[in-house]
């Protein structure tokens, strides 16, 4: 999928100058590479040699190989180095409305200090920034473009990676870096109202059929029939236990449900979270199993179904971070299971145990050749987003890549997308806000990096779920209401 900006062509160079040097200073073109590069005043002590490359470093040479820390590729620079990049586009109304996202340390924080100039009569900036207050030491500096439209904002594909070593001094430089481009249209997505009068709703998921199931963390599950239908009740649990975030988590439906018509919740009980499996029929869930029960990770947990047919079950922490690294507790652990909860014959020999280091999941989701895997969480901060190859490695060896996150998002829910009805949404990642409010949309490149994000029906409100059916076709749910994704103008 392609979110450039229509129009927009990223042309940045780097440059490196001193504040004392002349207006003829010496700029430095590093279009072809990653944007490593940095260079001091022409004259003077500090004058290096600008050609070449550092012995036993990838990293191009503007400053010598004493800007450059050994065995590393770090670039030396103070925190009086200026950051500083160019911008060209199709029209000068059009480079003249982007934003810029600066990300340190893979926190992102929108700039706000940058001076853009015009370039003479062309549709291009220069634009020019303070480093922001940062720690001497090592730290990654990354940025992105941003477009804004009354209703979505795109964020594109970051930079190359600068890697720095911030150290004491007063020595002024700016340090330039290739700047990336969204571009100017978000998806052309729009959301349908097909269900209200919902109550706490905590998960859905569909049925083969088009039936949506729908979870309330009070202990009820709801399924909507259809278009100009209300959802009527299929279950009230009389097992549950609904206090503060207590109650029913997250429900399932199995992969075989044509032949099974089974239905799987996860739920909080009195002795902790209990996943049971129920028969579905018309329109009624039924015949209660138990398949796990007191596991220790209340209030948080998830199920969901992954593209091997096994149930995999999300855990919190319980309150207790450290239990995610205890391998004596299922606290903090991603379970795969049979679907009768039995341990599967390909598992490694002990507990059922794919992931550890889970402290508050919220989501699962597989691309679509189950190759890799995203999990969200709750965090103080907002939410995160992980990612781990989906293979058959043992869990000591599996850990969650960050993937970074705006803050304050929250994440409550998270699914890959595959409706090829809305081509701007197939293929990329959905993550429900539930703090800020609509849907982060996530591009991955091959090699699992975020390429670009954009912003989506804000006005929507906190999105605390979301479910695929088997067409492709998205629903998400606020607490109170569900919506189906269409492409906007239909």
């Known amino acids: 999928m392609n979110l ?38 022409g004259s003077g002590p500090d004058s290096h040699d600008r050609s070449g490359s550092v012995p036993g470093s990838d990293v191009p040479s503007a400053f010598g190989a004493q800007s450059i820390v050994p065995g590393t590729g770090e670039i030396r620079i103070t925190r009086n180095t200026r950051l500083q990049w160019s911008q060209s586009a199709e029209t000068p109304d059009a480079v003249a409305a982007l934003g810029y996202v600066l990300y340190v340390d893979e926190e992102p924080a929108d700039v706000q200090t940058a001076t853009c100039t015009p370039v003479d009569d062309l549709p291009e900036l220069t634009c020019d920034m303070p480093l922001p207050p940062i720690t001497t030491g090592s730290h990654t500096l ?57 109550h706490d709703v905590r998960d859905m998921a569909a049925l083969p059929d088009g039936r949506l199931l729908i979870a309330e963390r009070g202990g009820s599950v709801r399924v909507w029939m259809g278009p100009g239908t209300t959802p009527a009740f299929a279950l009230v649990l009389d097992d549950v236990v609904a206090a503060g975030e207590q109650g029913l988590l997250s429900v399932a439906v199995d992969p075989a449900f044509a032949s099974s018509h089974h239905v799987f919740l996860l739920y909080s009980t009195t002795e902790g979270l209990r996943v049971a499996r129920f028969e579905e029929t018309r329109g009624r869930l039924h015949s209660r199993a138990i398949l796990l029960d007191a596991l220790p990770a209340v209030p948080d947990g998830v199920l969901r179904f992954g593209p091997d047919g096994r149930l995999y079950v999300a855990l919190g922490d319980g309150g207790h971070p450290d239990a995610a690294r205890d391998r004596g507790t299922l606290a903090g652990k991603l379970l795969r299971v049979n679907p009768d909860g039995t341990s599967p014959d390909d598992q490694p020999p002990g507990l059922p145990i794919r992931l550890s280091g889970l402290h508050q999941p919220t989501g699962m989701a597989w691309n679509a050749d189950g190759s890799r895997m995203w999990v969200s969480e709750r965090t103080p901060a907002g939410g995160t987003l992980g990612m781990a190859a989906a293979d058959g490695r043992p869990a000591e060896s599996r850990d969650l890549v960050a993937v970074g996150m705006p803050p304050g998002m929250g994440a409550a829910s998270v699914l890959h997308c595959t409706d090829r009805d809305i081509p701007s949404l197939d293929g990329t990642v959905l993550v429900a ?20 994000t954009a912003s989506l029906l804000d006005d929507l409100g906190a999105i605390r779920s979301l479910a695929a059916a088997d067409t492709g076709r998205v629903y998400v749910a606020s607490a109170d209401r569900v919506w189906r994704l269409d492409r906007a103008g239909r």
């Open 4 to 41: 450039a900006v229509r129009g927009i062509a990223v042309c940045s160079e780097m440059r490196l100058s001193s504040p004392a040097m002349p207006s003829t200073s010496r700029t430095f073109g590093l279009l072809a590479y990653v944007g490593l590069a940095v260079a001091s005043s």
């Open 142 to 198: 990354a940025i992105a473009a941003v477009a804004s439209t009354p209703t979505h904002r795109v964020i594109g594909p970051r930079s190359d990676t600068l890697r720095v070593r911030v150290e004491s001094g007063t020595r002024a430089e700016t340090l330039g870096f290739h700047a990336s481009s969204p571009a100017a249209a978000a998806p052309a997505v729009t959301a349908v109202p097909v269900a209200d009068g919902l």
């Open 433 to 452: 806000a539930d703090r800020r409010g609509g849907l982060l949309q996530l591009t991955f490149d091959a090699d699992g990096r975020v390429s670009s």
